[in-house]
């Protein structure tokens, strides 16, 4: 569902990054979220891209966001910084959510950078429940990290590590100390990221906001659809979504590149090979779903639910 909706306020949180609060035009509740959750802004020239909500679940009258400028980007960022004012509207879709709280004895959370945003209203909901917790939050300067302040209201639960004055993260040693029963939940760089997967917590649940490096081989397959029975060719040079998208079947889709989850469709038959930065390990195994915009075939032939 696409909502037009208001930027009420636009204000600027730390260097290079700037947070939107957004809106219905004519007031009134927009659809709940949990934490985790992200929605989709559609930018002119048909640019969309996903961003973490940060503000509070429980407000129902408001979305708030934080957009870092990404000078190696698109324009999406850009187009958010420069141009984007309060009072404009923009189309949202939304909220979906791939990156959930999940119930556990305690929690480790590892932050970098803008990384910040779908962790904060998890710190919230957990500090509510009582459970134990920590945040590890590094950037590369302090003028940089956006709600230093906000955090700093919860004492010694939340470690600031900026880049300049401490260097690059202890990950071995911080993970290290992670007791068993620890849901560990890590969000930021690509870097920041792959280094944690590396030492492999039991309970880890990382959100990527760029794609995953792909190094698989790319080889061609067939998917039939479910529905028509029709049967598709897909050559090796060329994307599942591509291919339905040309023969007139509509999927739902936004990044492309297998970070946000909109193109999940059901898989009735053959093994996916698994491409996205969405489904967790357990999800991959059940091969229910996958991300057409990325992913492949290690079977001749899919069977999708389209």
Same mark, same amino acid.
Request: proline residues 7%.
């Given at each position: ?10 204000? /600027?949180?730390?260097?290079?990054? $700037?947070?939107?609060?957004?809106? !219905? ?11 985790? @959750? ?14 973490? &909500?940060?503000?509070?679940? @429980? ?6 966001? !934080? =957009? +870092? ?28 959510? %791939?990156? @959930? +709280? ?23 909901? =957990?500090?509510?429940? *009582?459970?134990?917790?920590? +945040?590890?939050? *590094? ?11 906000? &955090? ?5 639960? =939340? ?7 401490? *260097? ?15 849901? =560990? ?11 944690? /997967? ?7 649940? $990382? ?61 009735? *038959?053959?093994?996916?090979? %698994? ?26 032939? +899919? $069977?999708?639910?389209?």
């Amino acid at each position: 569902m696409t909502l037009e909706l208001l930027v009420d306020r636009k204000e /600027e949180l730390a260097d290079g990054v $700037v947070a939107l609060t957004l809106r !219905a035009p004519g007031g009134g509740s927009l659809p709940p979220w949990e934490p985790g @959750a992200h929605i989709d802004l559609r930018l002119p020239d048909g640019v969309v891209r996903q961003y973490s &909500l940060c503000g509070d679940p @429980a407000d129902a009258s408001a979305y708030r966001v !934080a =957009v +870092l400028r990404e000078p190696d980007g698109r324009g999406g960022s850009a187009y958010v910084h420069d141009k984007l004012l309060a009072g404009d509207r923009v189309p949202v879709d939304g909220p979906r959510n %791939h990156f @959930a +709280l999940v119930d556990a004895e305690r929690y480790l959370f590892i932050a970098g950078g803008i990384g910040i945003t779908p962790i904060l209203p998890m710190l919230d909901r =957990v500090a509510r429940s *009582g459970r134990d917790w920590q +945040l590890v939050y *590094g950037g590369r300067t302090s003028a940089s990290m956006a709600f230093t302040a906000d &955090l700093a209201r919860h004492g010694d639960r =939340v470690t600031f590590r900026p880049q300049d004055e401490h *260097g690059l993260l202890d990950l071995p040693t911080l993970l290290a100390t992670a007791r068993p029963g620890t849901a =560990v939940y890590c969000c930021g760089p690509e870097p920041l990221l792959a280094a944690v /997967e590396a030492l492999a917590p039991a309970d880890l649940h $990382v959100e990527r906001f760029t794609a995953a490096p792909d190094d698989g081989e790319r080889t061609a397959f067939e998917v039939e659809l479910a529905g028509s029975g029709r049967v598709l060719p897909v050559p090796a040079d060329r994307s599942i979504l591509e291919v339905v998208e040309e023969a007139g079947v509509t999927v739902l889709s936004s990044c492309r590149e297998g970070t946000c989850g909109t193109c999940e469709t059901g898989v009735l *038959g053959g093994e996916p090979d %698994h491409r996205d930065s969405v489904l967790t390990a357990d999800e991959r195994l059940e091969n229910e779903v996958m991300m057409l915009c990325v992913s492949r075939a290690c079977s001749p032939r +899919l $069977v999708l639910d389209l």
